[in-house]
């Protein structure tokens, strides 16, 4: 049966929240949405129970979960972190790299191909985001170093050439190479992002004009207020605030951001411009304990406490744990945002720095029914992938 109805709902659309609302869904696309329950026979019936109904959440930098990392370089890896964040309300990723060795990027790329094929029980994929290994030195946080170096035209277009799933990558716009990358990427609809980064404002508006748009995990990995030669320069934290069309993405866990910061950055940039991010390892979803950061052969041993992962010296963070229904839940309790708007930046403002947003990110006829059901306190009941339930609570 591919008619599936919900029904007993507060639906979420971009524009209202519809009390005792229905959506009727067929062959993976919303067909109606209304009030009340809709007349339909012959159809898998849904009932909501008056809990929440909002678009999917889309996570556009993410790097692992349940016990994966996108880089241990099996399918299966793909596919246990696409089941656990299906089942935290997540029904779109960008699976995330680390910097790595050129062999393992293209290993990479392979077995995500894979992966998306096989996909079934899980989040969607929309593409792959690299990170790295075109990074500023003084800010790679934890990408290894023994990578880290400028762009190069002849190697990115060696490594673009390997794949054509690569939808985003993060650099550092002050590197020498930079801003022709950035051009480079953006004649191939690839978004250029500024990440792990030392460039001051100046650097980063000529950024701007350059293709890059987005900025990879504000606060994490980047310039702040900082003294050349005794006098001030604004840096890329700054510059992020005052470019009004630069769009940013956050790890609003909580732990990595406090409320503070949180409330500073909804201040300034509002919903349509921030994207709720995990960028989550492999402990997402997972108990407290010990876990390896990054691959299982080339990565490090950290800490997961406190809801966060912590180096085993608990001297800095290690990696986020976050789902994102913790996002949400977090920019909710703790930073009071409207729940619509804290939706919103985990769907509709994802989707379209994405561009993915003719299809999803939001409740409309023709969209693909990527649907989560979630209570007052955002626990996910029930999470549905292009019209398939990939995920059902107790609860329903």
């Not at 950061?293 to 966060?308: F, N």
């Not at 963070?317 to 919103?344: C, I, K, N, Y």
């Not at 990527?370 to 996910?380: E, G, K, P, Y």
């Amino acid at each position: 049966m591919d008619r599936i109805l919900i029904f007993n709902a507060k639906i979420l659309t971009p524009y209202r929240l519809i009390d005792n609302g229905s959506i009727l869904v067929e062959k993976g696309k919303i067909v109606q949405v209304g009030q009340g329950r809709l007349p339909v026979s012959e159809c898998i019936a849904v009932d909501a129970k008056g809990y929440y109904v909002s678009p999917g959440f889309i996570d556009i930098h993410t790097h692992g979960g349940g016990g994966y990392d996108f880089m241990d370089g099996t399918v299966e890896a793909y596919l246990g972190a696409a089941r656990k964040h299906a089942c935290h309300g997540t029904t779109a990723m960008v699976p995330t790299t680390l910097t790595s060795s050129l062999e393992n990027l293209r290993e990479t790329f392979e077995v995500y191909k894979q992966a998306k094929a096989a996909n079934k029980m899980g989040a969607a994929f929309l593409g792959l985001h690299l990170e790295g290994p075109y990074f500023s030195m003084e800010q790679r946080g934890a990408q290894d170093p023994k990578y880290i170096r400028n762009p190069k035209r002849e190697e990115y277009e060696e490594i673009l050439s390997w794949s054509d799933d690569v939808v985003r990558w993060s650099a550092a716009p002050e590197l020498e190479g930079a801003l022709e990358f950035g051009r480079f990427l953006r004649e191939r609809n690839i978004l250029p992002s500024i990440g792990h980064s030392n460039a001051t404002y100046e650097e980063v508006i000529e950024a701007f004009e350059n293709g890059y748009t987005h900025v990879t995990h504000l606060y994490s990995g980047m310039s702040g207020v900082r003294r050349i030669n005794a006098y001030r320069y604004a840096g890329v934290i700054e510059s992020a605030f005052l470019i009004d069309e630069m769009t940013v993405e956050i790890i609003a866990d909580g732990a990595h951001l406090p409320a503070s910061l949180l409330k500073l950055i909804y201040k300034i940039k509002g919903p349509h411009n921030i994207a709720l991010i995990t960028d989550s390892m492999r402990a997402a979803g997972m108990p407290e304990g010990e876990y390896i950061l990054g691959s299982l052969k080339e990565g490090q041993k950290v800490i997961v406490e406190d809801g966060v992962a912590k180096l085993p010296d608990r001297t800095a963070f290690a990696g986020s744990v976050a789902t994102a229904d913790r996002l949400v839940r977090t920019m909710v309790q703790l930073v009071q945002v409207p729940l619509m708007e804290a939706v919103q930046m985990m769907t509709a403002t994802p989707a379209r720095i994405m561009k993915v947003d003719d299809r999803k990110g939001s409740i409309a006829v023709g969209k693909d029914a990527d649907l989560v059901i979630f209570d007052d306190d955002i626990n996910v009941h029930l999470t549905m992938v292009e019209g398939k339930i990939v995920y059902k609570g107790e609860a329903l």
